[in-house]
């Protein structure tokens, strides 16, 4: 009884298409995963210091994306209270708009004292970003 296998010229044809088949399924998926993270608007808070009476507290903010955040509102959570800090109650220097690169100062400002804790968790806003991050609060 004879058998035939297949050619080693179609195998290897075979081997090869399916190679880049794969191949291209893989460099889309990555493509598309790096794209995503690489022109997105990443927040961080550089430094957050809270004045002696406790009443304000000032971030240094940097945008370590690739894209512009113009911040909206920053939330403060600090134990169980929740405080809302938008361009009416706070200052950002030089502007709510942070380009990639660049730092900008947020002054927010109460009229008691409500930063005494070590830390805060604090919500960055923008119209299509948001950022948490739990920071800690030098004084």
Avoid: E, W
């Avoid at 990443?42 to 994306?65: C, E, F, I, Y």
């Avoid at 030089?94 to 409500?114: E, K």
Wanted: hydrophobic share 40%; net charge positive.
């Amino acid at each position: 009884m004879k058998r035939r296998a297949i050619s080693p010229f179609i195998a290897t044809a075979v081997l090869i298409a399916a190679t880049i088949v794969i191949g291209g399924l893989l460099y889309t998926q990555f493509k598309q995963a790096i794209d995503y993270s690489m022109y997105q608007p990443s927040v961080n808070v550089l430094d957050a210091r809270a004045h002696d009476d406790g009443k304000m507290l000032v971030l240094t903010l940097k945008n370590d994306g690739a894209k512009s955040v113009t911040v909206d509102r920053i939330d403060v959570y600090i134990g169980s209270s929740h405080y809302v800090f938008t361009s009416t109650n706070s200052t950002f220097t030089p502007g709510s708009r942070i380009d990639p690169g660049a730092t900008v100062t947020a002054v927010l400002s109460s009229s008691t004292p409500i930063f005494t804790s070590s830390s805060a968790h604090i919500v960055i806003s923008s119209q299509d970003y948001s950022r948490g991050l739990t920071v800690p609060i030098g004084f």
